[in-house]
């Protein structure tokens, strides 16, 4: 089974400036992928970022980029330049992707907070 | 854009009440999927479909049922409300692919009293 770890429920960050959001998974397989998806007050969530296992790159979608440590199992989110915008959860998921499974299991979300 | 249309933003329930939930999707996908969100908690999956009159158990379907009659239609039941029922459910669908990512609805804020 897979796990998925955000151990941040709260951050603050001043406007323009970077912050990056946690998220360490657990998973026995070797092919997966691992998705990061933003959550604002109004309740839709809006994928942001996606990085597969074997991506010899770390992933990046404009201000946002994912800081992918596969041996240590962690695929943090980086937010460069901060905006007021960005006030939302943040939710982090993965999939493995050799099995079938077609869902995504996600964490426990980040709060985060952005202020002026 | 793609569509994922849940039919209530709110709904309130009295216990022991069944509850159908709608979700409509308008991209063709194969795959649909229940989810409840409950702070601290994340998102929990409930149910999922791959295709027509085919379902899956997720993690937590005790007390839930569904329905996918249609292709683009996907239903949450619950057959007698309880008070813990009380959540935000949210309804996605994606095609097939182990890369490809889930299309959220809005979302449905249940109280069950």
């Known amino acids: 089974a897979q796990k998925i770890t955000q151990t941040q429920p709260g951050m603050f960050v001043q406007e323009k400036e970077a912050v990056t959001l946690d998220c360490t998974y657990d998973?026995?397989?070797?092919?997966?992928?691992l998705f990061w998806y933003k959550q604002p007050s109004s309740g839709e969530m809006i994928f942001l970022i996606y990085?597969?296992?074997?991506?010899?790159q770390n992933a990046t979608e404009g201000r946002y980029s994912l800081n992918f440590q596969k041996a240590r199992k962690s695929a943090n989110l980086v937010i460069s330049a901060s905006q007021l915008g960005d006030s939302a959860m943040y939710f982090c998921?993965?999939?493995?992707?050799?099995?079938?499974?077609?869902?995504?299991?996600f964490g426990s979300g980040t709060r985060l907070q952005v202020q002026p | 854009d793609v569509k994922v249309t849940q039919s209530s933003r709110y709904l309130v329930k009295r216990t022991g009440e069944k509850v159908f939930l709608e979700c409509v999707q308008d991209?063709?996908?194969?795959?649909m999927f229940w989810y409840r969100q409950d702070p601290g908690l994340g998102l929990r999956l409930i149910y999922f479909?791959?295709?027509?009159?085919?379902?899956e158990k997720g993690d937590i379907p005790e007390g839930y049922s569904v329905s996918r009659e249609k292709k683009e239609r996907f239903s949450l039941i619950l057959e007698s409300a309880s008070t813990n029922q009380t959540s935000m459910y949210l309804c996605?669908?994606?095609?097939?692919?182990?890369?490809?990512?889930?299309?959220f609805g809005s979302g449905t804020q249940l109280s069950v009293l």
């Open positions: 996605a669908s994606g095609p097939e692919g182990a890369r490809e990512k889930l299309f």
């Open positions: 998973t026995s397989d070797q092919s997966y992928g």
């Open positions: 990085q597969g296992s074997y991506d010899e």
């Open positions: 998921a993965m999939r493995v992707l050799d099995t079938g499974r077609r869902a995504l299991t």
């Open positions: 991209m063709d996908h194969e795959n």
């Open positions: 479909s791959y295709d027509v009159k085919m379902k």
